[in-house]
Protein backbone atom coordinates (compact mmCIF):
# COMPACT_ATOMS: atom_id res chain seq x y z
CA UNK A 1 0.00 0.00 0.00
CA UNK A 2 1.14 3.20 -1.27
CA UNK A 3 1.82 5.65 2.00
CA UNK A 4 -0.38 9.19 1.71
CA UNK A 5 1.42 11.85 0.86
CA UNK A 6 1.19 15.62 2.16
CA UNK A 7 0.37 16.64 -1.58
CA UNK A 8 -2.44 13.88 -1.37
CA UNK A 9 -3.94 14.82 1.84
CA UNK A 10 -3.71 18.85 1.18
CA UNK A 11 -5.73 18.25 -1.99
CA UNK A 12 -8.60 16.20 -0.45
CA UNK A 13 -9.07 18.84 2.20
CA UNK A 14 -8.82 21.72 -0.13
CA UNK A 15 -11.34 20.33 -2.13
CA UNK A 16 -14.10 20.20 0.99
CA UNK A 17 -13.51 23.99 1.65
CA UNK A 18 -15.69 26.33 -0.95
CA UNK A 19 -14.29 29.86 -1.64
CA UNK A 20 -17.54 31.02 0.66
CA UNK A 21 -16.62 29.01 3.90
CA UNK A 22 -13.50 31.20 4.00
CA UNK A 23 -15.16 34.78 2.75
CA UNK A 24 -14.14 34.52 -0.91
CA UNK A 25 -16.46 36.06 -3.82
CA UNK A 26 -16.58 34.35 -7.21
CA UNK A 27 -16.93 35.71 -10.48
CA UNK A 28 -17.03 34.29 -13.87
CA UNK A 29 -17.26 30.99 -15.35
CA UNK A 30 -17.49 27.87 -13.45
CA UNK A 31 -14.69 26.71 -11.55
CA UNK A 32 -12.68 23.16 -12.57
CA UNK A 33 -12.21 22.57 -8.65
CA UNK A 34 -15.00 21.35 -6.20
CA UNK A 35 -13.22 23.52 -3.05
CA UNK A 36 -10.66 26.14 -3.38
CA UNK A 37 -8.22 26.41 -5.96
CA UNK A 38 -4.19 26.42 -5.15
CA UNK A 39 -3.35 30.09 -5.62
CA UNK A 40 -5.83 30.93 -3.21
CA UNK A 41 -5.65 28.44 -0.22
CA UNK A 42 -1.64 29.76 -0.88
CA UNK A 43 -2.82 33.68 -0.83
CA UNK A 44 -4.69 32.57 2.49
CA UNK A 45 -2.55 30.80 4.09
CA UNK A 46 0.46 33.90 3.21
CA UNK A 47 2.21 32.04 1.16
CA UNK A 48 3.27 32.18 -2.31
CA UNK A 49 1.47 29.78 -5.02
CA UNK A 50 4.05 28.77 -6.64
CA UNK A 51 5.60 27.32 -3.29
CA UNK A 52 2.28 25.70 -2.05
CA UNK A 53 2.15 23.95 -5.96
CA UNK A 54 5.23 22.75 -4.58
CA UNK A 55 4.49 21.58 -1.27
CA UNK A 56 1.96 19.70 -2.70
CA UNK A 57 3.62 18.00 -5.71
CA UNK A 58 6.14 17.16 -3.08
CA UNK A 59 8.73 19.24 -3.87
CA UNK A 60 9.41 21.80 -1.18
CA UNK A 61 11.21 19.89 1.33
CA UNK A 62 10.12 20.49 4.87
CA UNK A 63 7.15 22.89 5.69
CA UNK A 64 7.83 25.32 8.34
CA UNK A 65 5.15 24.98 11.65
CA UNK A 66 3.78 28.89 11.02
CA UNK A 67 2.89 27.37 7.23
CA UNK A 68 1.57 23.98 8.17
CA UNK A 69 -0.59 25.83 10.83
CA UNK A 70 -1.74 28.65 8.70
CA UNK A 71 -2.80 26.09 5.87
CA UNK A 72 -4.41 24.23 8.80
CA UNK A 73 -6.28 27.49 10.14
CA UNK A 74 -7.79 28.09 6.29
CA UNK A 75 -8.23 24.58 5.81
CA UNK A 76 -10.32 24.70 8.97
CA UNK A 77 -8.47 21.34 10.15
CA UNK A 78 -9.11 20.15 13.86
CA UNK A 79 -6.79 19.17 16.00
CA UNK A 80 -6.46 15.77 15.12
CA UNK A 81 -6.10 16.95 11.29
CA UNK A 82 -3.77 19.22 11.87
CA UNK A 83 -1.65 17.01 13.74
CA UNK A 84 -1.70 14.59 10.83
CA UNK A 85 -0.58 17.45 8.71
CA UNK A 86 2.39 17.76 10.79
CA UNK A 87 2.96 13.76 10.59
CA UNK A 88 3.04 13.88 6.99
CA UNK A 89 4.73 16.83 7.08
CA UNK A 90 7.77 14.97 8.91
CA UNK A 91 8.19 11.96 6.92
CA UNK A 92 10.91 11.26 4.52
CA UNK A 93 10.36 11.73 0.99
CA UNK A 94 10.49 7.83 0.41
CA UNK A 95 10.42 6.05 3.96
CA UNK A 96 11.31 2.56 4.21
CA UNK A 97 9.22 0.14 5.61
CA UNK A 98 10.13 -1.53 8.87
CA UNK A 99 8.44 -5.10 10.14
CA UNK A 100 8.18 -3.90 13.86
CA UNK A 101 8.30 -6.46 16.91
CA UNK A 102 5.03 -7.81 17.76
CA UNK A 103 3.16 -5.77 20.50
CA UNK A 104 2.37 -7.30 23.76
CA UNK A 105 0.84 -5.17 26.59
CA UNK A 106 2.25 -4.01 29.49
CA UNK A 107 1.99 -5.35 32.74
CA UNK A 108 0.13 -2.32 33.91
CA UNK A 109 -2.42 -2.50 31.61
CA UNK A 110 -3.01 -6.02 31.92
CA UNK A 111 -3.18 -5.32 36.10
CA UNK A 112 -5.66 -2.60 35.36
CA UNK A 113 -7.91 -4.85 33.18
CA UNK A 114 -8.03 -7.28 35.57
CA UNK A 115 -8.69 -4.87 38.58
CA UNK A 116 -12.09 -3.97 36.09
CA UNK A 117 -13.40 -7.84 37.08
CA UNK A 118 -15.98 -9.10 34.75
CA UNK A 119 -19.07 -6.71 35.57
CA UNK A 120 -17.55 -3.94 33.41
CA UNK A 121 -16.66 -5.25 29.50
CA UNK A 122 -13.00 -4.19 28.12
CA UNK A 123 -10.39 -4.37 25.46
CA UNK A 124 -6.79 -4.05 25.30
CA UNK A 125 -5.83 -2.91 21.58
CA UNK A 126 -2.70 -2.21 20.19
CA UNK A 127 -1.10 0.37 17.73
CA UNK A 128 -2.73 -1.82 14.87
CA UNK A 129 -6.23 -2.31 16.08
CA UNK A 130 -5.28 -6.02 16.98
CA UNK A 131 -5.96 -7.51 20.48
CA UNK A 132 -3.81 -7.70 22.89
CA UNK A 133 -6.07 -8.92 25.56
CA UNK A 134 -10.02 -8.80 26.68
CA UNK A 135 -11.61 -9.71 30.09
CA UNK A 136 -14.35 -12.37 29.44
CA UNK A 137 -16.97 -9.85 29.22
CA UNK A 138 -15.24 -7.79 26.72
CA UNK A 139 -15.21 -10.85 24.73
CA UNK A 140 -18.10 -11.86 24.86
CA UNK A 141 -19.85 -8.39 23.99
CA UNK A 142 -17.57 -7.73 20.92
CA UNK A 143 -16.38 -10.87 19.63
CA UNK A 144 -18.25 -13.72 21.04
CA UNK A 145 -17.82 -15.87 17.93
CA UNK A 146 -13.73 -15.25 18.02
CA UNK A 147 -11.71 -17.66 20.64
CA UNK A 148 -11.74 -16.18 23.63
CA UNK A 149 -7.63 -17.66 24.12
CA UNK A 150 -6.86 -15.91 20.70
CA UNK A 151 -4.98 -12.93 21.49
CA UNK A 152 -2.48 -15.13 23.24
CA UNK A 153 -1.37 -16.65 20.13
CA UNK A 154 0.19 -14.15 17.72
CA UNK A 155 -0.62 -16.00 14.58
CA UNK A 156 -4.34 -15.94 15.37
CA UNK A 157 -4.70 -12.55 17.29
CA UNK A 158 -8.14 -10.94 16.42
CA UNK A 159 -7.57 -7.79 14.59
CA UNK A 160 -10.75 -5.17 15.10
CA UNK A 161 -9.95 -3.71 11.62
CA UNK A 162 -10.13 -6.96 9.96
CA UNK A 163 -12.77 -8.22 11.90
CA UNK A 164 -14.97 -4.55 11.09
CA UNK A 165 -14.79 -5.16 7.50
CA UNK A 166 -14.18 -8.89 6.41
CA UNK A 167 -16.21 -10.40 9.03
CA UNK A 168 -20.13 -10.81 8.42
CA UNK A 169 -21.10 -12.00 11.75
CA UNK A 170 -18.79 -8.60 13.47
CA UNK A 171 -20.67 -6.66 10.91
CA UNK A 172 -24.40 -7.87 11.88
CA UNK A 173 -23.51 -7.01 15.27
CA UNK A 174 -23.12 -3.70 15.07
CA UNK A 175 -26.63 -1.89 13.95
CA UNK A 176 -24.17 1.89 13.40
CA UNK A 177 -22.17 0.25 11.19
CA UNK A 178 -22.04 2.72 8.55
CA UNK A 179 -20.92 5.57 11.78
CA UNK A 180 -18.29 3.27 13.04
CA UNK A 181 -16.84 2.01 9.42
CA UNK A 182 -15.96 5.72 9.29
CA UNK A 183 -14.79 6.46 12.80
CA UNK A 184 -12.20 3.24 12.13
CA UNK A 185 -11.01 4.49 8.55
CA UNK A 186 -10.37 7.67 10.31
CA UNK A 187 -8.32 6.68 12.76
CA UNK A 188 -6.05 4.09 11.10
CA UNK A 189 -5.18 7.07 8.70
CA UNK A 190 -3.95 8.81 11.92
CA UNK A 191 -2.01 6.05 12.95
CA UNK A 192 -0.70 5.66 9.17
CA UNK A 193 0.50 9.18 9.61
CA UNK A 194 2.00 8.79 13.28
CA UNK A 195 4.11 5.67 11.93
CA UNK A 196 4.50 6.16 7.88
CA UNK A 197 7.41 3.38 8.17
CA UNK A 198 5.61 0.18 9.84
CA UNK A 199 5.37 -2.61 7.19
CA UNK A 200 2.51 -4.37 9.12
CA UNK A 201 0.36 -1.50 9.47
CA UNK A 202 0.90 -0.72 5.30
CA UNK A 203 0.16 -4.24 4.49
CA UNK A 204 -3.21 -4.06 6.77
CA UNK A 205 -4.13 -1.37 4.79
CA UNK A 206 -3.22 -2.94 1.47
CA UNK A 207 -5.37 -6.13 2.56
CA UNK A 208 -8.27 -4.11 3.32
CA UNK A 209 -8.24 -2.02 0.57
CA UNK A 210 -8.31 -4.81 -1.58
CA UNK A 211 -10.62 -7.17 0.09
CA UNK A 212 -13.33 -4.46 1.04
CA UNK A 213 -15.20 -1.81 -1.46
CA UNK A 214 -16.49 -0.04 1.72
CA UNK A 215 -13.00 0.03 3.59
CA UNK A 216 -11.36 1.56 -0.10
CA UNK A 217 -14.33 4.48 -0.73
CA UNK A 218 -13.79 5.69 2.90
CA UNK A 219 -9.93 5.75 3.02
CA UNK A 220 -10.69 7.64 -0.50
CA UNK A 221 -12.14 10.71 1.07
CA UNK A 222 -9.11 11.21 3.28
CA UNK A 223 -10.69 12.05 6.80
CA UNK A 224 -8.62 12.00 9.61
CA UNK A 225 -10.10 11.79 13.03
CA UNK A 226 -8.70 10.73 17.13
CA UNK A 227 -11.25 7.99 18.64
CA UNK A 228 -11.65 8.04 22.18
CA UNK A 229 -15.06 8.30 22.92
CA UNK A 230 -18.25 7.16 20.93
CA UNK A 231 -21.51 4.87 21.03
CA UNK A 232 -21.83 1.15 20.06
CA UNK A 233 -25.55 0.14 19.10
CA UNK A 234 -25.70 -3.72 18.96
CA UNK A 235 -27.80 -6.49 18.16
CA UNK A 236 -25.83 -9.34 20.47
CA UNK A 237 -26.83 -12.87 19.68
CA UNK A 238 -26.95 -14.04 23.37
CA UNK A 239 -28.17 -11.20 25.19
CA UNK A 240 -29.87 -8.60 22.69
CA UNK A 241 -29.96 -5.07 21.79
CA UNK A 242 -27.21 -3.79 23.77
CA UNK A 243 -26.43 0.32 23.58
CA UNK A 244 -22.57 1.14 25.24
CA UNK A 245 -20.39 4.43 25.08
CA UNK A 246 -16.83 3.26 24.84
CA UNK A 247 -14.00 5.63 26.15
CA UNK A 248 -10.52 4.96 26.01
CA UNK A 249 -7.71 5.02 28.69
CA UNK A 250 -4.19 5.85 27.08
CA UNK A 251 -1.50 4.30 28.59
CA UNK A 252 1.99 6.29 29.34
CA UNK A 253 4.02 3.34 29.26
CA UNK A 254 2.54 2.53 26.01
CA UNK A 255 1.19 5.35 24.27
CA UNK A 256 0.55 2.93 21.17
CA UNK A 257 -1.99 0.50 23.33
CA UNK A 258 -5.47 2.13 24.16
CA UNK A 259 -7.77 0.24 26.72
CA UNK A 260 -11.34 0.21 25.60
CA UNK A 261 -13.84 0.24 28.21
CA UNK A 262 -17.52 -0.51 27.73
CA UNK A 263 -20.17 0.83 29.55
CA UNK A 264 -24.10 0.48 29.19
CA UNK A 265 -25.97 3.92 28.36
CA UNK A 266 -29.35 2.66 29.01
CA UNK A 267 -31.66 0.56 32.04
CA UNK A 268 -31.62 -2.04 29.01
CA UNK A 269 -28.09 -2.15 28.29
CA UNK A 270 -27.31 -2.33 31.96
CA UNK A 271 -29.43 -5.03 32.36
CA UNK A 272 -27.78 -7.40 29.16
CA UNK A 273 -24.42 -6.45 30.49
CA UNK A 274 -25.42 -8.17 34.00
CA UNK A 275 -26.99 -11.32 31.88
CA UNK A 276 -23.49 -11.46 29.76
CA UNK A 277 -21.31 -10.80 32.88
CA UNK A 278 -23.37 -13.75 34.57
CA UNK A 279 -23.41 -16.23 31.62
CA UNK A 280 -19.52 -15.41 31.16
CA UNK A 281 -19.50 -16.91 35.34
CA UNK A 282 -21.39 -19.99 34.35
CA UNK A 283 -18.84 -20.76 31.89
CA UNK A 284 -16.03 -20.24 34.09
CA UNK A 285 -17.14 -22.59 36.69
CA UNK A 286 -17.07 -25.89 34.81
CA UNK A 287 -13.15 -25.18 33.89
CA UNK A 288 -13.05 -24.21 37.50
CA UNK A 289 -13.80 -27.59 38.31
CA UNK A 290 -11.81 -29.20 36.43
CA UNK A 291 -8.66 -27.77 37.43
CA UNK A 292 -9.67 -28.30 40.69
CA UNK A 293 -10.11 -32.01 39.78
CA UNK A 294 -6.63 -31.90 38.45
CA UNK A 295 -5.19 -30.49 41.75
CA UNK A 296 -7.05 -33.17 43.55
CA UNK A 297 -4.19 -35.54 45.54
CA UNK A 298 -5.15 -39.39 44.27
CA UNK A 299 -6.39 -41.09 47.39
CA UNK A 300 -5.43 -44.71 46.45
Not at 197 to 221: H, N, Q, V, Y
Not at 227 to 244: A, F, I, N, S, Y
Request: proline share 7%; with cysteine.
Amino acid sequence: MELESIGAYLKTRRDRVTPADVGLRVYGAARRVPGLRREELAQLAGVSAGYYTRLEQGQAGTASRQVLDALAKVLRLDPAETAHLHNLARQPTTPRLVRPRPERPHPRVLALLASLGETMPAVVLGRRGDVLAWNRTGHALVAEHVDRDAPHDLARRPSVPRMFFLDPLARDLHQNWEELARIHVAYLRLTAGRYPTDARLAELIGELAMRSPDFAKLWAKGDVSDCTVGTMRLRHPTVGRVDVDYQVWLQPESPDHRLEVYTPNDTASADALRLLSGHVADDREPEAARAAAVRLPDSS
